[in-house]
């Protein structure tokens, strides 16, 4: 059964970069035509995209997120990763990585069907 | 402030039918994009509840539908029990904003 793991620092500096690893275990990450997300959640918030990698390395991102986000697959260890530069106290969340579903369609209709168990990252100095 | 409006909380007795609804615009659930459904137990990830409008994932019982109809959805809960006492949320795409979209969340407690 396949199974997400993010893994990354849990504190991280204002205007330094939040990096997490979600590993991909059960499955292969370069099989199936899906793509994978990152979405994170603010404590006592909702949920908010940020960016998926397709299977293929192309990439998607939150227009709002864009110019601090970076996702990058690393197939060799069936994984991916996320960096977000230049965070403030308002990127304080927990962290989810997410396999995304309904790729045989277009990309709007796409849901995500399978998640890892989140990572919080704080932001604070 | 969510693209798609949902309502904060509901509630209702064990066995009682609620539903919880998600509106959007003529930019998401409007323009025909699906609806997707998440539960949230407390203190774990959210888990894929309802996908395409009305399916089912493998292993969700059928007390749980969804619906969709213009720029509205609903998620059905019927015979509510204990366990499915959680923070529910809508998803959707704004072509708009270009973005995938969630609602900000509805909590079901159940009496």
């Known amino acids: 059964q396949l199974q997400l793991q993010e893994s990354g620092s849990g504190l991280v500096k204002p205007s330094q970069t939040l990096s997490l690893i979600c590993a991909v275990s059960g499955g292969s990450i370069s099989s199936g035509g899906y793509s994978w997300s990152w979405i994170r959640q603010p404590p006592g918030k909702g949920l908010e995209w940020i960016g998926y990698i397709y299977h293929s390395g192309s990439t998607y991102y939150n227009p709002s997120l864009k110019s601090r986000v970076t996702i990058s697959v690393d197939m060799s260890k069936n994984q991916f990763s996320l960096k977000l530069s230049s965070v403030t106290a308002a990127d304080t969340a927990v962290y989810y990585c997410?396999?995304?579903?309904?790729?045989?369609?277009?990309?709007?209709?796409?849901?995500?069907?399978?998640w890892g168990r989140g990572s919080l990252v704080t932001v604070s100095s | 402030q969510s693209v798609l409006t949902q309502p904060p909380s509901v509630s209702g007795a064990p066995g009682q039918r609620v539903t919880i609804s998600c509106t959007g615009s003529r930019s998401n659930i409007g323009a025909g994009y699906d609806v997707h459904w998440y539960q949230q137990l407390p203190g774990t990830a959210p888990k894929l509840l309802i996908f395409?409008?009305?399916y089912r994932p493998s292993g969700v019982p059928d007390r749980f539908s969804g619906s969709k109809s213009g720029t509205s959805a609903s998620l059905a809960i019927a015979g509510l029990q204990a366990e499915d006492e959680a923070d529910y949320y809508c998803q959707s795409f704004d072509s708009g904003l270009s973005v995938y979209v969630f609602g900000a969340g509805t909590k079901v407690t159940v009496l």
């Open positions: 395409g409008n009305s």
């Open positions: 997410a396999r995304t579903g309904g790729t045989a369609g277009p990309l709007q209709y796409w849901y995500f069907d399978l």
